[in-house]
């Protein structure tokens, strides 16, 4: 009898690891899941900030202008812009890029 319920113990905890062994497995592939997924996001965050911050501050813009189109970007006030809503609208034969 003795040897019976010894045998079944045994039994017992080797099912049990088994589970236990199967359920741990799947919880590390979820959590491993989970980090890379949170690695990947914070990756995209820290890029789009150092965009953000980059590009947002008048002085990086001006600084980037004058570093990249040197001369070739005037200013012109708002009432000099024009909302064209239809392509056909667009006179092409008037069109100065001086101005």
Do not use: A, C, W
């Not at 980037?64 to 040197?70: A, I, M, R, T």
Request: aromatic share 10%.
């Amino acid at each position: 009898m003795l040897r019976k319920t010894f045998t079944l113990i045994i039994l017992v905890l080797i099912i049990s690891t088994t589970f236990i062994k199967n359920y741990t497995k799947k919880l590390d592939e979820k959590i491993f899941s989970v980090k890379e997924n949170i690695n990947y996001l914070n990756g995209v965050k820290e890029l789009v900030k150092l965009e953000h911050d980059y590009l947002s501050s008048p002085e990086k813009l001006l600084e980037l202008s004058n570093l990249y189109f040197d001369l070739e970007l005037k200013y012109t006030s708002r009432e000099n812009l024009k909302i064209i809503s239809n392509v056909n609208e667009i006179d092409l034969e008037n069109f100065n890029q001086n101005e």
